[in-house]
């Protein structure tokens, strides 16, 4: 299933008017004692996670009211539909918890395995990205998107490639992968902002081996993808969403501003689960 161009345009529209909302709602909650716990898989879920959360599907039923919403903190057994929301409502939990301002807020609408609408807000830098048939970013003023502007990645600068990385999940498959292609700098961010960035040509690429999930990915994916770059898998392929027998975990990806950079990647292959990556 699939919607019209202007359609998703219009979705994409809204979903950046939610998420801005959602990261006022983090806002009240950053740089103080938030309560918190941890779950099974030792992540964090506070009480900014939770508030978000609720104030997202609330805004999603009433504008969608039957698309099934699969949501990190309340929703993530659910199994997909033709048609579903992919949410995190606060992306980068332990960084926000720790007083960092880059965390974000994600909202993806999945057709099929593929997102075809999205918002990303990063309340604590003042910006939103959105896309539907292409890719924009807008200002937050006040809580809400001010006038957005149209993003688009950039080619591999010839003074090497600007490599965004994890502040806490750094690991040597990465480094590995990296070491193939010619990085001249890295640069240390929190979230899926990384996928943003790269959106509109602040950097180049983000290599991700450890585990995530596909609320993580979705939105972000969508915008960076709308602007002109990819998200691949080890087998070069697209990455896909709605992996319900894999409890929506991805394996390793990389994202390209450049997808001329592609071929050169050598992600390691990985079962979730126990299970093989469904061959894309």
């Known amino acids: 299933m699939t919607l019209p161009p202007q359609m998703r345009d219009r979705v994409a529209t809204i979903l950046t008017e939610i998420a801005c909302e ?25 009480a900014a ?5 609720t104030m997202i599907l609330g805004a999603l039923a009433r504008h969608w009211p039957g698309i099934p919403v699969i949501a990190e903190e309340s929703s993530a057994d659910r199994p997909p ?6 949410v995190d409502p606060l992306d980068g939990t332990r960084d926000f918890l720790a007083g960092d301002p880059e965390y974000s807020v994600n909202i993806g609408l999945i057709a099929g395995d593929r ?52 502040r806490r999940h750094g690991d040597h498959e990465t480094e590995a992968c990296l070491s193939n292609l010619p990085v001249g700098s890295r640069r ?32 972000g994916d969508h915008v960076l993808t709308s602007a002109g770059g990819c998200v691949v898998v080890p087998s070069g392929e697209t990455i896909t969403y709605g992996h319900h027998a894999l409890h929506y975990r991805n394996g390793p990806f990389a994202a390209l501003g450049d997808p001329a950079y592609a ?17 894309l």
């Open 188 to 219: 240390q961010t929190s979230s899926a902002l990384k996928f943003c960035l790269i959106a509109s040509g602040e950097a180049d690429i983000y290599v991700r081996c450890g585990p995530t999930m596909e609320w993580d990915t979705a939105a």
């Open 81 to 86: 539909a033709d048609l579903f929301f992919l």
């Open 115 to 166: 997102p075809i609408a999205a918002a990303l807000a990063a309340p604590g830098i003042g910006r939103v990205w959105g896309a539907g048939t292409t890719a924009f970013e807008a200002p937050i003023q006040a809580g809400r998107p001010g006038s957005p502007h149209p993003v688009s990645v950039r080619r591999g600068p010839e003074d090497g490639l600007v490599a965004l990385v994890s």
């Open 49 to 53: 996670d939770h508030a978000a959360e």
């Open 22 to 46: 959602a990261g006022e709602i983090l806002r009240v909650y950053h740089g103080g004692d938030c309560a918190h716990v941890l779950k099974p898989d030792g992540s964090p879920a506070s």
């Open 263 to 279: 071929a050169r990647l050598d992600l390691p292959e990985r079962a979730v689960d126990g299970r093989r990556l469904p061959l």
